[in-house]
């Protein structure tokens, strides 16, 4: 079976979690996310020669404000139809949204992981940011998550859109009769079961993806950074993908009033976009 995986998702590969040959993380990104942001290469809001473009001083620094993201579970099944999967009370929402934090897998996976080149030559890692990264345990096995995906088998690669879209991973598993996936909340304090099991007609595709922009943010990859020791950086190494985007969504500040004023928020979330790949603020990424 094919899994991708698209919008924010971070692979923390090759045994890096100790009993976990590939864990994808999922970070919880469910608020709305502000900060300052600087580096050593031309973000600087004011013009250039502008003596208040001083790295050292805030008040020249680029405001980004991020949407909230959530994690959406889809297949697409091998006539072409793409659906959510089945919903569950309490665990999945009628538009695959993952309501509560948990632990996905597949059941039946054969075991075994090889890396293609795609992966470890396309999809960036942390560190190439932000130099000083080091994950949280909070966050990699402490459950402070929108969800995690445990792989134990199967190929995993990478696909990109061109130009300059976004890179999504993909994991080509081996199983032993039809795909099951398994689902277990981290809590169940308020769930009548401890996890469910889901047979696979087709490929599967796990996301993090945000609400209420036709296209990313073109800062929504420092939302990896929501998995960080010490949260979202704010002074980077080098600019993100995506960074350099000239016509990004509407501003999240506006999208947010837009939010706000036709939904029940949180309770009620709108559509979910589900064509992240427009951006490649929207890649994958990885660790180490």
Same mark, same amino acid.
């Given at each position: *079976?094919?899994?991708? #995986? /698209?919008?924010?998702?971070?692979?923390?590969? &090759?045994?890096?979690?100790?009993?976990?040959?590939?864990?994808?993380?999922? =970070? &919880?990104?469910?608020?709305?996310?502000?900060?300052?942001?600087?580096?050593?290469?031309?973000?600087?809001?004011?013009?250039?020669?502008?003596?208040?473009? &001083?790295?050292?001083?805030? =008040?020249?620094?680029?405001? @980004?404000?991020? *949407?909230?993201? #959530?994690?959406?579970?889809?297949?697409? #099944?091998?006539?072409?139809?793409?659906?959510?999967?089945?919903?569950?009370?309490?665990?999945?929402?009628?538009?695959?949204?993952?309501?509560?934090?948990?632990?996905?897998?597949?059941?039946?996976?054969?075991?075994?992981?090889? /890396?293609?080149?795609? #992966?470890?030559?396309?999809?960036?890692?942390?560190?190439?940011?932000?130099?000083? !990264?080091?994950?949280?345990?909070?966050?990699?096995?402490?459950?402070?998550?929108?969800? !995690?995906?445990?792989?134990?088998?199967?190929?995993?690669?990478?696909?990109?859109?061109?130009?300059?879209?976004?890179?999504?991973?993909? =994991?080509?598993?081996?199983?032993?009769?039809?795909?099951?996936?398994?689902?277990?909340?981290?809590?169940?304090?308020?769930?009548?079961?401890?996890?469910?099991?889901?047979?696979?007609?087709?490929?599967?595709?796990?996301?993090?993806?945000?609400?209420?922009?036709?296209?990313?943010?073109? !800062?929504? /990859?420092?939302?990896? /950074?929501?998995?960080?020791? =010490?949260? *979202?950086?704010?002074?980077?190494?080098?600019?993100?993908?995506? *960074?350099?985007?000239?016509?990004?969504?509407?501003?999240?500040?506006?999208?947010?009033?837009?939010?706000?004023?036709?939904?029940? !928020?949180?309770?009620?979330?709108?559509?979910?976009?589900?064509?992240?790949?427009?951006?490649?603020?929207?890649?994958?990424?990885? @660790?180490?």
């Amino acid at each position: *079976m094919l899994i991708n #995986f /698209y919008g924010v998702c971070t692979h923390f590969w &090759n045994h890096f979690v100790p009993g976990i040959p590939h864990r994808v993380v999922l =970070a &919880n990104a469910t608020s709305l996310n502000t900060g300052l942001l600087t580096g050593p290469f031309p973000l600087l809001l004011n013009p250039p020669g502008d003596p208040n473009n &001083n790295p050292a001083n805030p =008040a020249s620094w680029i405001h @980004y404000s991020l *949407m909230p993201h #959530f994690p959406i579970i889809t297949q697409t #099944f091998p006539d072409g139809p793409t659906l959510p999967l089945r919903p569950v009370p309490g665990l999945l929402n009628d538009d695959g949204r993952l309501l509560v934090p948990s632990v996905l897998k597949i059941t039946n996976a054969i075991p075994g992981m090889t /890396y293609d080149a795609t #992966f470890t030559d396309d999809v960036a890692s942390l560190k190439t940011f932000l130099t000083d !990264y080091v994950p949280s345990t909070d966050v990699l096995t402490g459950g402070r998550v929108s969800a !995690y995906f445990d792989l134990t088998g199967g190929t995993i690669g990478a696909v990109t859109k061109e130009p300059g879209g976004a890179t999504r991973v993909t =994991a080509d598993v081996g199983t032993v009769n039809t795909p099951q996936l398994e689902i277990t909340p981290l809590t169940v304090v308020d769930l009548e079961f401890t996890n469910i099991a889901i047979e696979i007609s087709g490929s599967l595709n796990v996301s993090n993806v945000g609400v209420s922009c036709a296209n990313s943010s073109k !800062y929504d /990859y420092l939302l990896h /950074y929501l998995t960080a020791v =010490a949260g *979202m950086p704010r002074v980077l190494d080098a600019a993100l993908p995506g *960074m350099a985007d000239d016509d990004p969504c509407d501003d999240a500040r506006v999208a947010l009033r837009k939010l706000l004023d036709t939904t029940d !928020y949180p309770h009620e979330i709108p559509k979910i976009q589900t064509d992240v790949d427009t951006s490649a603020s929207c890649s994958d990424s990885r @660790y180490p």
